[in-house]
């Protein structure tokens, strides 16, 4: 269950996604050692919420896109362990909010699977696989455009697709990231949302983002199967994919499904580094 986490929810009590943020966070507290940094107050009471934050793990809780709690957080250049946002949980479970803000039963509904959620996910975020202990090492082929070297490897068991993701076929695993193409546009990446342990994820379906200071990049994987494990370290340390976006800076495991089908649609490390490399010139031409 999430327990021992300092929670950071919206701010914004005058729509509907931000009373559920504030209730959320609210429930977190009734049964568990986790504690609210209020939002409001933060500002004034910087010392004691800045002592929370740093005993805790961070659970960050967007009521919607404007991300008010993640920009709260990264204001205070606090680490964000996990985050969720309430109008995309919404959208996921197909349930309409009202626009008053009283919680009903759709809202409560989406209150009920947001908690189960979160308590499944933590139970499960410590699973691990045999192939999650290995450390990686590639040969890379690199491209020079002014002051930036984009690198890809040269390895033949890592696919691509044409949305600069990749996939690292592994027996019947694979592991995904996106490339040094991805993280050299994005600059700075504060933040890795991780996809849900167990979740079944088709060909080119999402799985998982990464936010910087620039924009948000969904990961879209190069493979169908279901997600068995996430790389952790990296929800507190999302920098690693600037550094290394292929060894250190994988972002999910999964467990294969059709690969060879899959397969078909993917294209190797050679046609890779052709269009990286055009994508490179027009983007700066």
Known sequence: MVENFAILPCNGLDKCAGVISRELA???????????????????????????????????????????????????????????TVTEEAKTHKIQLKRDLKIQENENALIEIILNELNKTEDKITQTSIETNHSFHFEYETFQYGKFIFRVPKNPQIYFNENDCWAFIIGNRARLGVTDFVQQNLSDILYFTPPDIGAEIEQFGEVGDIESSKSVFELISPVSGKVVTINKELVQKPEMINENPYEKGWMAEIELTDFESDKELLIGFEKYFEIMKRKVEDLNG
Not at 45 to 66: F, M
Not at 68 to 75: D, M, Q, R
């Open 26 to 84: 609210v429930k977190l507290c009734e049964n568990a050692k986790n504690e609210i940094i209020c939002p409001v107050f933060y500002r004034v009471s910087e010392l004691k919420y800045n002592r929370i934050a740093g005993e805790h793990p961070l659970l960050v809780i967007d009521g919607c896109q404007t991300r008010c709690a993640s920009k709260l957080a990264a204001e205070k250049n606090l680490k964000i362990t996990r985050k969720l």
